[in-house]
């Protein structure tokens, strides 16, 4: 499938309506990157701010920002709830990363899963941000997929997650874990949690404004 940039436009639409003068922090960006934000604070490992991501306990570098941006970045930390605790003291904000489905897809080349470097499978259900640990073994069960192929196909904002936080209603978010939550001895029960998070991913994103089909010349 050729999607272009076509999968990214969601985002690029919700942040142009920020009031003039909001002051952003694009958390986990790159200065100079393609998406990075105009105007935005970059913070991070390649930022205006330097910050290592995975391992911070001074969190002024958020005073005063009225919205915070991250994109793409808590799926590869090792301790993303640091982060999400972090960003619960700013006002509002946006959190993008690569959908459950796009996580447990096989790639038609090599075989391997979704985001191989990944550590995390990050989907929303029921106004919460919910993180499940990706492990290796996900590589060797076969999953069935095909039911939602589709919609990867034809609707292009399934290939992330989006959650979004306003002012008085800070980021929710749930952490599963091994030996808490699921045990890794039992993975039918491990991909239970997955698929029912990529079925609550899927019916959050339907719900988005900007959920729509791709224009015909983006699917080939």
Known sequence: ??????????AR???????EGCRVADIGGRVGDEWHLDNATVIGWEGDIKVD???FTDTSWLDGIDF???RHTLEDLANPERLIK???QVPSG???CPSPLAEITKSGVDGLMGYLHHRWIVGTKLGALILIPKYPVLCEIQVEVFKWATDLLVYPIHWNSYYQWSPGQPPKYCVLKHGVDFDLNDTNAYMELI??????????NQSKPFY?????????
């Open 68 to 70: 915070a941006h991250s």
């Open 13 to 19: 639409q919700y942040l142009s309506r920020l009031s």
């Open 94 to 96: 946006w959190i993008e």
């Open 1 to 10: 499938m050729a999607h272009g940039n076509y999968t990214w436009i969601p």
């Open 212 to 220: 729509e089909p791709a224009p015909q010349e983006a699917i080939a």
């Open 86 to 88: 972090a960003m619960q």
């Open 53 to 55: 991501l995975d391992n």
């Open 195 to 204: 698929f029912d998070l990529v079925e609550s991913t899927i019916s959050d």
